[in-house]
């Protein structure tokens, strides 16, 4: 079973904040996918919800550094 969910993200300017982002959440048990667009501001996570939430991925992302709300 998976779950996929959207997060806006502020304050990413670079390409190197794109693959933070993308190996920070990458690395977390449960994560199957990460797409991260600096183009859109988003960032799409697919997921084993067993295993991390939308609250924890948002976590991840805040603790890189940027700002993320969960929009979908
Ligand atoms: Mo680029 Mo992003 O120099 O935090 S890595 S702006």
């Known amino acids: 079973e998976q779950s996929s969910a959207v997060f806006s993200v502020q304050h990413m300017t670079c ?17 199957l996918e990460v797409d ?3 183009a859109t501001e988003e960032c799409h996570v697919v997921f084993v919800p067993e295993m991390i939430t939308p609250a924890q991925i948002k976590e991840i992302i805040d603790d890189s550094g940027f700002e993320a709300e969960l929009i979908n």
């Open 36 to 38: 991260v667009s600096l």
């Open 15 to 31: 390409g190197a904040c794109v693959a933070t982002i993308t190996q920070n959440i990458s690395a977390e048990r449960g994560v």
